[in-house]
Every structure is written in C-alpha cells, then in structure tokens.
C-alpha cells in the first residue's frame, strides 16, 4: 500500500474478482442455401460462400453434396458439424449398399437423415438440412429439417443466412400462395431462372451470401450441376 494524501490509501495490486470462462463450441459460418421440386425434376442450390463475422474464410466451399443419382444433400451452419454429419450420411449408404445390394432411395436417406440427427438431439449438429431428389414414383421430393430430426416434404424450401428474402419470394413463385387462380407447373428451365433470380437479388442485402452459385438439377437422367457467379463484396 502506499498514500497519495494525507488520510488517503491506494492498493497498490488489482482487486481480485470472479473469472468467467465460457465454452461456446458452435460458430454460425452463413450461406443460404435452398430446394425446388418438380414434377419429374429437383433442383437443390446454394453459395459458397463460408464467413464467420464480417470475415470471409474462403470463397469456394460447397453446400451441396451429390449422395446418388437421385438424391443430393445440402447444408448450412456450423461447416464442421456440416462436414461430421455428410461423412456420416456417406458411410452409412455405402454400408446399406454393401449390405443390400442397391442405393439408398431419396426416402430412405430422409428417413435415416433425421434419426441421426435425434440420436444427438442432446448436443445437436448446428446444421440446416435439405435433403432434394426424386421419389420412387420418379417426381421430385424435398425434404426439411430442425437441427433435431423433425422433417416434412415440401415443395420448395429455402435456409440460412438470406432466407428470410428468398422464401417469401418462393412462397410467392413457386407455392402461388393467395393466388390460386394463378397456380400451375413451372418447367425445369422456369425453375433455375428463379432460383438464379431468388440468389441474385439476396446478395444485395446479405453479406454471408455471395461469390458462387452451385445448382444441382436432378433428374431420371441424373445430376447435372450448373454453375453462376454472385456478387464477390
């Protein structure tokens, strides 16, 4: 201790107060990411795009991955989780081939996705899946999910940083909500220009969503993947 003035004490060492340490095992990396289905075609898109804050980590890493012929996957969130969780899907149907002889149905790869993701409902995947392909009648099928496993099949879905902008407008063009005079089946082409449109125009308010523009068009044919830039700031 020492003294300044007269009647007056200073500590001369720092007061000792409570530590806080905190453990924060999830980062949020952006990206938007959606799915279309059609009558006998699926589309399944997203950017590149990873980011973390206002920092861009790189500008080319894939949303989408190709699981079969008919059936892609596509991810947002955490990239780690994300990454964990589509290895996982990957060994899994390559065992279920081994084991039977055929690929896993669009279906069943649904089905599967969310009991695995129920099986760490506890300490979740921060991921949002969509799961895009072509049903066992040959028509397009989109799958949704919680990071806990709860799914539907929709129609369209959009997910990620830009969603709030896009799905509105997906609503809108793809479900004709409010508009049922209007509604009818949109082509493979009609489909794409949307989905090139709904990216283009999110990229001018969202800064987690740019660069790239990955679209993955399944068909009986196959998966073809169509490839557009976006906006790089």
Not at 93 to 108: D, F, I, P, V
Not at 186 to 193: C, E, F, M, S
Request: proline content about 3%; charged content about 25%; overall charge negative.
């Amino acid at each position: 201790m020492f003294s300044t003035y007269p009647g007056q004490v200073v500590v001369d060492h720092p007061v000792s107060v409570p530590i806080e340490h905190r453990f924060d095992p999830y980062v949020d990396n952006g990206g938007t990411l959606l799915s279309i289905a059609g009558e006998d075609f699926c589309i399944v898109a997203a950017d590149t795009r990873q980011s973390e804050g206002y920092s861009i980590n790189s500008r080319y890493v894939p949303k989408s991955v190709k699981l079969s012929d008919k059936t892609v996957i596509s991810m947002g969130g955490c990239y780690a989780d994300c990454l964990t969780l589509t290895k996982k899907i990957q060994q899994s149907m390559e065992w279920y081939h081994h084991a039977h002889g055929k690929t896993m149905s669009t279906a069943a790869v649904a089905q599967m996705l969310s009991i695995m993701l129920y099986q760490k409902r506890f300490f979740p995947f921060y991921s949002w899946c969509i799961l895009g392909g072509l049903d066992e009648e040959g028509k397009g099928a989109v799958y949704t999910y919680d990071p806990v496993g709860s799914y539907e099949r929709e129609s369209c879905r959009c997910a990620g940083s830009a969603s709030s902008l896009i799905q509105p407008f997906l609503d809108n063009q793809i479900n004709f909500k409010n508009q049922e005079s209007q509604r009818k089946q949109l082509t493979k082409d009609q489909v794409i220009r949307i989905t090139k449109d709904s990216f283009t125009s999110a990229t001018e308010r969202d800064i987690y969503t740019g660069d790239y523009l990955e679209i993955f068009v399944i068909t009986s044919k196959g998966v073809e993947v169509q490839k557009m830039d976006l906006k790089k700031d």
